[in-house]
């Protein structure tokens, strides 16, 4: 997707979002690059990128790649807008038809009528041969 002349690449990113950048041959260290900071545009080079949080709206979180040719000219700019869903698997952990985030009954379980803790319904037949 790089420009046409483009040797060299850098990364901007809001605050919401954590970016990472493998180089072929190189470990990755984890770590967000800094401003500034440019890598060259060799084949095998991962820019990854994820959030830790769901957004507070839609679109509130941006990864801006900018492209340079050879004595660090600009070229052109990639952006995409990131949107991070919150997603939340929760029981009724003590069986009153009410799920409850914080229930201290979901760390363990307990069995009959006065019992508590998810019941896991599984589907484990062969649907096909």
Same mark, same amino acid.
């Given at each position: 997707a790089?420009?046409?002349?483009?040797?060299?690449?850098?990364?901007?990113?809001t605050?919401?979002?954590?970016v990472?950048v493998?180089?072929?041959?190189?470990?990755?260290?984890?770590?967000?690059?800094? =401003?500034?900071t440019?890598?060259?545009?060799?084949? !095998?080079? %991962?820019? $990854?990128?994820?959030m830790?949080? +769901? *957004?507070s709206?839609?679109?509130?979180?941006?990864?801006?790649?900018?492209?340079?040719?050879?004595?660090?000219q600009?070229?052109?700019?990639?952006?995409?807008?990131?949107?991070?869903?919150?997603? =939340?698997?929760?029981?009724d952990?003590d069986?009153? !038809?009410? %799920?409850? $985030?914080n229930?201290?009954?979901? +760390? *363990?379980?307990?069995?009959?009528?006065?019992?508590?803790?998810?019941?896991?319904?599984?589907?484990?037949?062969?649907e096909s041969?």
């Open positions: 790089a420009p046409a002349g483009a040797v060299a690449f850098g990364v901007k990113h605050e919401g979002v954590s990472e493998a180089c072929q041959g190189q470990e990755e260290d984890g770590s967000a690059p800094s =401003s500034g440019r890598w060259p545009l060799d084949e !095998g080079t %991962v820019l $990854k990128f994820s830790s949080r +769901a *957004s709206e839609v679109n509130d979180n941006k990864v801006t790649v900018s492209f340079y040719a050879e004595g660090g600009p070229i052109n700019q990639a952006g995409i807008f990131l949107t991070g869903i919150g997603i =939340s698997l929760d029981v952990a069986r009153d !038809g009410v %799920v409850e $985030k229930n201290p009954n979901k +760390a *363990s379980w307990t069995w009959g009528p006065e019992g508590h803790g998810a019941i896991l319904l599984v589907n484990c037949d062969k041969p």
